[in-house]
């Protein structure tokens, strides 16, 4: 699949992703990508962010891929049931232990336990091993969970703009290989 044959949905988390935030990079350079926005970035409230990624896949006109980050994961993978339209595939990048009582801020376990069923679609899943959102560990579990390719991104904070991946070019390649072979 090429790009332009998707609507690829950028699916950021908590705070959004700003304007050096790879996703916010991707969006810009391809034309078939669009944001789900959220009415309230820093205050999410599970329903209503799903309801905006399960809006937006039901308005899809081609094969939709999913590009999720942190936060932006759950909201996905709780739409599922609710998606009309074809999901071709999702690349999920640094997914929090929405499950880990400790995870701060405290209100962001109101979006687990994730799902634990095989993904209906093809999906990778890229974690770091220093996120202070989620352990490799629990990302590796729920990719093996979901049926998903697992890509270890070695010590990357939690793979965003902070953590140096503005451009991201490794992203960028995975990214790249994973829709030519959808």
Not at 78 to 96: E, L, Q, T, Y
């Amino acid at each position: 699949m090429k790009a332009k044959d998707a609507d690829i949905l950028i699916i950021p988390g908590y705070t959004n992703s700003g304007p050096d935030h790879w996703q916010s990079r991707w969006q810009a350079r391809i034309a078939s990508a669009r944001r789900v926005e959220q009415a309230e970035w820093t205050k999410p409230v599970r329903e209503d962010w799903v309801e905006k990624v399960v809006e937006a896949v039901n308005e899809a006109v081609r094969p939709v891929v999913l590009v999720a980050h942190s936060l932006g994961i759950a909201c996905a993978v709780h739409g599922i049931p609710r998606f009309r339209r074809k999901v071709a595939g999702a690349f999920f990048v640094a997914p929090p232990d929405v499950a880990n009582p400790n995870i701060r801020p405290k209100h962001l376990m109101t979006f687990g336990p994730y799902p634990r069923e095989p993904l209906p679609f093809p999906s990778v899943v890229v974690a770091s091993r220093n996120d202070h959102f989620g352990s490799f560990e629990a990302a590796e579990d729920i990719a093996a969970a979901w049926g998903s390719l697992f890509l270890d991104a070695g010590e990357a904070g939690h793979i965003n703009a902070e953590a140096g991946f503005g451009p991201w070019p490794e992203g960028t390649l995975a990214f790249a290989r994973f829709l030519s072979r959808l």
